[in-house]
């Protein structure tokens, strides 16, 4: 690498907060490709950001040639981003939908694709996932795994991204890259550093404390960052109804050893650990319930999370034999989800309570992985080459118990036998996965013109474990649940043309894949007392989708830049549950291929810089999904958003910007009688201040203008006429801050 290139990405990365080459697997430094870019710019763009998640090689965002998002540790700062909502609400495409009776937020949707169809990643690791099956149920579904606190940086990739990431890349990529002890000493500097942060939102009245702590003996650094918060309930904008009583509490802690024996080698040893409790008293389920034959008297939930993961990383940059970089990750991470629920229940419209009823629910996943990524840059054909390419493998254990017992109150006799079912259970049995791929990517440079082709080839074996558990809860089915396997070949081809220095256009092709996840083939579910039930299907073909993507983009010296981009994306075989027959009253369901959806759209987004401690910047997107069997709308996509933000400094000193957002109607709904959320305008106002390199403030005030409004992703499927429209809603006006001290 040149002195060129290597002082190009220096100034561009570190001024944009970033670093040249976050600690996870994936992440390389500018090969000698990198010759081909612009000249230093003399103030850094958006574009000038770096990424590692869309092509697994450090780039610029304009030297790939698809969509990218970098947020980094001061967007989280000088945002007052507290939560995965936070990280994306200005972000144009993307979007995370909210339980507001209980659970939390869900997961996060790109361009209409959501749930675990979209690949989640921490320094290169795959987080958990979460049964699908249970989106919908009374114990939510949620993937907020990850404290922001943690991390250093989140890309988000859109579109498909199997080719490089396998399984589950079908709609996008989201990748955090935590803190490293290198973010905080720097060569030369002090072997020590300690900092105190302190953070408040009004979002849902939480606080944070974060300490953080670095030291460097020799060749060796440690470091280790702990959070814990604490909140209650988000309160609804004008609301009519009394909001669920909760209360929660979060801890989080990061530690990392570094330890580099030679000037080429790296060593990394990671441990992690999440935990999050939540106490909610679920008000929105009290009442009478006909279909339920049952009163509903009073409920209360109580629900923990706990991810942690441990990974050994050696990172080895210099030459050996034709391979010029090796990177090895080993890893395991756990999952363990713990939902509990105690009601009082009584006859419809009676007086006191007869029984209640106390649930628990459990799931836990685990997961063992190594990945070994290589990348050799050589000249072939008297161009330049830049090969990334490597094998992943893991190995997955998967389980959903559930337990329920029913105590009548004359009595104090329980059982395990309640609405037709008979505990304890699972939905589906306990299931091994062992998914692994190969890939090979090539960054071929020929003058303006950049090519990009990967493919990756992927096993995926699904191995079913049904015990008595099983059984039980599977009742009548006859079908018996079985293995499946899987092979498929996701290929990605990209082209990044520069017209001038200022001008470039890109387009990509990716192929996306997802295989039948466990709780779909194996699905078996018997509710006699709801006259229902589901059946396994080990015929199930998997998810894939094609995406097309074309852009233009222009960077300017003076730190101004725009992309307009298009996006066409086909999605074929579709999991969804269907009615498929019947047997007396009981009606039958089943996990089936069924939809084609198309989603297209496209997004633009850009910065003016008027001076350089002044810019405007400002995004708007719009995409259009339907279903091509039906040809009606696709409910998760959301309408069209603009937004403005006018910004003053944060360099040095004093920062401030005041962000107008405007939002369309969701009138893309894919039922007459679904709620749409109406189209809306507001107003945040955030400010910060670095009094001197030791102590900094940020403030901010959100939704100034006290606007009434709902996320469509929040209300997918809810009647229009439904009575609880208003627990739904976003808050009112609400303030953020955090400070930060520093030795």
Same mark, same amino acid.
């Given at each position: 690498?040149?002195?060129?290139?290597?002082?190009?990405?220096?100034?561009?990365?570190?001024?944009?907060?970033?670093?040249? &080459?976050?600690?996870?697997?994936?992440?390389?430094?500018?090969?000698?490709?990198?010759?081909?870019?612009?000249?230093?710019?003399?103030?850094?763009?958006?574009?000038?950001?770096?990424?590692?998640?869309?092509?697994?090689?450090?780039?610029?965002?304009?030297?790939?040639?698809?969509?990218?998002?970098?947020?980094?540790?001061?967007?989280?700062?000088?945002?007052?981003?507290?939560?995965?909502?936070?990280?994306?609400?200005?972000?144009?495409?993307?979007?995370?939908?909210?339980?507001?009776?209980?659970?939390?937020?869900?997961?996060?949707?790109?361009?209409?694709?959501?749930?675990?169809?979209?690949?989640?990643?921490?320094?290169?690791?795959?987080?958990?996932?979460?049964?699908?099956?249970?989106?919908?149920?009374?114990?939510?579904?949620?993937?907020?795994?990850?404290?922001?606190?943690?991390?250093?940086?989140?890309?988000?990739?859109?579109?498909?991204?199997?080719?490089?990431?396998?399984?589950?890349?079908?709609?996008?990529?989201?990748?955090?890259?935590?803190?490293?002890?290198?973010?905080?000493?720097?060569?030369?500097?002090?072997?020590?550093?300690?900092?105190?942060?302190?953070?408040?939102?009004?979002?849902?009245?939480?606080?944070?404390?974060?300490?953080?702590?670095?030291?460097?003996?020799?060749?060796?650094?440690?470091?280790?960052?702990?959070?814990?918060?604490?909140?209650?309930?988000?309160?609804?904008?004008?609301?009519?109804?009394?909001?669920?009583?909760?209360?929660?509490?979060?801890?989080?802690?990061?530690?990392?050893?570094?330890?580099?024996?030679?000037?080429?080698?790296?060593?990394?040893?990671?441990?992690?650990?999440?935990?999050? &409790?939540?106490?909610?008293?679920?008000?929105?389920?009290?009442?009478?319930?006909?279909?339920?034959?049952?009163?509903?008297?009073?409920?209360?939930?109580?629900?923990?999370?706990?991810?942690?993961?441990?990974?050994?990383?050696?990172?080895?940059?210099?030459?050996?034999?034709?391979?010029?970089?090796?990177?090895?990750?080993?890893?395991?991470?756990?999952?363990?989800?713990?939902?509990?629920?105690?009601?009082?229940?009584?006859?419809?419209?009676?007086?006191?309570?007869?029984?209640?009823?106390?649930?628990?629910?459990?799931?836990?996943?685990?997961?063992?992985?190594?990945?070994?990524?290589?990348?050799?840059?050589?000249?072939?054909?008297?161009?330049?080459?830049?090969?990334?390419?490597?094998?992943?493998?893991?190995?997955?254990?998967?389980?959903?118990?559930?337990?329920?017992?029913?105590?009548?109150?004359?009595?104090?006799?329980?059982?395990?036998?309640?609405?037709?079912?008979?505990?304890?259970?699972?939905?589906?049995?306990?299931?091994?996965?062992?998914?692994?791929?190969?890939?090979?990517?090539?960054?071929?440079? &020929?003058?303006?013109?950049?090519?990009?082709?990967?493919?990756?080839?992927?096993?995926?074996?699904?191995?079913?474990?049904?015990?008595?558990?099983?059984?039980?809860?599977?009742?009548?089915?006859?079908?018996?649940?079985?293995?499946?396997?899987?092979?498929?070949?996701?290929?990605?081809?990209?082209?990044?043309?520069?017209?001038?220095?200022?001008?470039?256009?890109?387009?990509?092709?990716?192929?996306?894949?997802?295989?039948?996840?466990?709780?779909?083939?194996?699905?078996?579910?018997?509710?006699?007392?709801?006259?229902?039930?589901?059946?396994?299907?080990?015929?199930?073909?998997?998810?894939?989708?094609?995406?097309?993507?074309?852009?233009?983009?222009?960077?300017?010296?003076?730190?101004?830049?725009?992309?307009?981009?298009?996006?066409?994306?086909?999605?074929?075989?579709?999991?969804?549950?269907?009615?498929?027959?019947?047997?007396?009253?009981?009606?039958?369901?089943?996990?089936?291929?069924?939809?084609?959806?198309?989603?297209?759209?496209?997004?633009?987004?850009?910065?003016?810089?008027?001076?350089?401690?002044?810019?405007?910047?400002?995004?708007?997107?719009?995409?259009?999904?339907?279903?091509?069997?039906?040809?009606?709308?696709?409910?998760?996509?959301?309408?069209?958003?603009?937004?403005?933000?006018?910004?003053?400094?944060?360099?040095?000193?004093?920062?401030?910007?005041?962000?107008?957002?405007?939002?369309?109607?969701?009138?893309?709904?894919?039922?007459?009688?679904?709620?749409? &959320?109406?189209?809306?305008?507001?107003?945040?106002?955030?400010?910060?201040?670095?009094?001197?390199?030791?102590?900094?403030?940020?403030?901010?005030?959100?939704?100034?203008?006290?606007?009434?409004?709902?996320?469509?992703?929040?209300?997918?499927?809810?009647?229009?006429?439904?009575?609880?429209?208003?627990?739904?809603?976003?808050?009112?006006?609400?303030?953020?801050?955090?400070?930060?001290?520093?030795?």
């Amino acid at each position: 690498m040149t002195t060129r290139s290597f002082v190009f990405s220096l100034l561009a990365t570190t001024a944009l907060g970033g670093t040249l &080459a976050a600690p996870g697997l994936a992440q390389v430094p500018p090969p000698a490709i990198t010759e081909t870019l612009l000249p230093v710019p003399a103030q850094p763009t958006q574009l000038d950001a770096v990424t590692t998640a869309a092509t697994r090689t450090s780039r610029p965002i304009d030297a790939v040639s698809s969509t990218v998002s970098v947020i980094t540790n001061e967007d989280i700062n000088r945002d007052n981003m507290q939560d995965m909502r936070d990280l994306v609400r200005n972000e144009p495409g993307v979007s995370v939908g909210t339980q507001n009776a209980r659970g939390g937020f869900t997961n996060f949707v790109i361009r209409g694709i959501g749930g675990n169809r979209v690949v989640v990643l921490s320094d290169g690791i795959r987080v958990p996932d979460y049964p699908g099956s249970n989106a919908g149920s009374p114990t939510g579904y949620t993937r907020d795994f990850v404290d922001l606190e943690s991390v250093k940086q989140v890309e988000i990739v859109r579109g498909p991204a199997s080719a490089l990431y396998g399984s589950d890349a079908l709609g996008g990529v989201v990748a955090y890259t935590t803190k490293d002890p290198s973010d905080f000493l720097f060569p030369g500097g002090k072997n020590y550093y300690a900092s105190i942060k302190g953070a408040y939102s009004g979002y849902d009245n939480s606080f944070a404390e974060t300490f953080t702590g670095a030291y460097r003996a020799g060749n060796v650094e440690v470091m280790g960052v702990y959070t814990r918060r604490d909140g209650g309930a988000m309160q609804p904008a004008f609301s009519t109804l009394a909001t669920n009583p909760t209360t929660w509490g979060e801890n989080n802690f990061l530690g990392k050893l570094v330890f580099r024996p030679t000037e080429n080698d790296t060593i990394r040893l990671v441990g992690e650990y999440f935990q999050n &409790a939540q106490n909610v008293e679920v008000l929105s389920n009290v009442g009478d319930f006909p279909a339920l034959f049952a009163k509903v008297y009073d409920e209360w939930g109580r629900d923990t999370t706990q991810r942690s993961r441990v990974s050994a990383q050696w990172v080895h940059d210099a030459p050996v034999g034709f391979v010029d970089r090796i990177d090895f990750l080993a890893y395991f991470t756990q999952l363990i989800q713990q939902q509990d629920t105690m009601t009082w229940r009584g006859a419809n419209n009676s007086v006191v309570p007869s029984n209640y009823r106390f649930a628990s629910y459990w799931f836990t996943q685990n997961i063992y992985g190594g990945e070994l990524q290589m990348n050799t840059n050589t000249r072939l054909f008297d161009l330049s080459n830049y090969f990334t390419y490597g094998l992943s493998f893991s190995y997955t254990t998967t389980s959903r118990p559930r337990n329920r017992t029913q105590v009548a109150l004359s009595t104090g006799i329980g059982t395990q036998t309640s609405g037709g079912e008979t505990f304890p259970n699972k939905n589906f049995p306990d299931t091994n996965t062992v998914q692994a791929g190969a890939y090979i990517q090539d960054e071929i440079n &020929a003058g303006k013109l950049t090519v990009t082709p990967a493919i990756r080839l992927d096993y995926y074996g699904l191995t079913p474990n049904p015990d008595a558990d099983f059984w039980r809860s599977s009742g009548a089915v006859s079908l018996l649940p079985t293995a499946s396997t899987y092979w498929s070949a996701s290929p990605k081809l990209g082209l990044l043309y520069r017209f001038t220095d200022d001008y470039s256009a890109f387009f990509q092709y990716a192929r996306g894949f997802r295989a039948p996840p466990y709780d779909n083939a194996n699905f078996a579910f018997n509710n006699v007392a709801s006259f229902y039930q589901i059946l396994p299907n080990a015929n199930l073909k998997p998810e894939t989708s094609d995406g097309f993507e074309v852009g233009v983009r222009g960077k300017y010296k003076e730190g101004s830049s725009w992309q307009l981009a298009g996006f066409y994306n086909l999605y074929n075989n579709f999991i969804d549950v269907v009615q498929v027959g019947m047997i007396g009253p009981i009606i039958q369901y089943q996990y089936v291929n069924l939809s084609n959806v198309t989603i297209w759209g496209f997004e633009a987004r850009g910065e003016l810089r008027i001076r350089p401690e002044w810019s405007v910047l400002g995004y708007f997107a719009y995409a259009h999904g339907y279903d091509m069997q039906t040809g009606q709308p696709i409910d998760s996509v959301d309408p069209w958003k603009a937004s403005a933000r006018l910004r003053y400094g944060y360099q040095q000193g004093f920062g401030a910007q005041v962000i107008g957002t405007l939002v369309g109607t969701h009138d893309q709904v894919s039922n007459p009688t679904y709620f749409q &959320a109406p189209g809306y305008f507001t107003l945040d106002l955030t400010a910060g201040y670095n009094f001197n390199d030791r102590v900094k403030i940020n403030v901010g005030a959100y939704n100034i203008t006290n606007t009434k409004y709902w996320n469509s992703q929040d209300v997918i499927g809810v009647p229009a006429n439904s009575p609880q429209l208003d627990r739904y809603a976003q808050p009112g006006r609400y303030f953020g801050a955090n400070l930060t001290m520093k030795w």
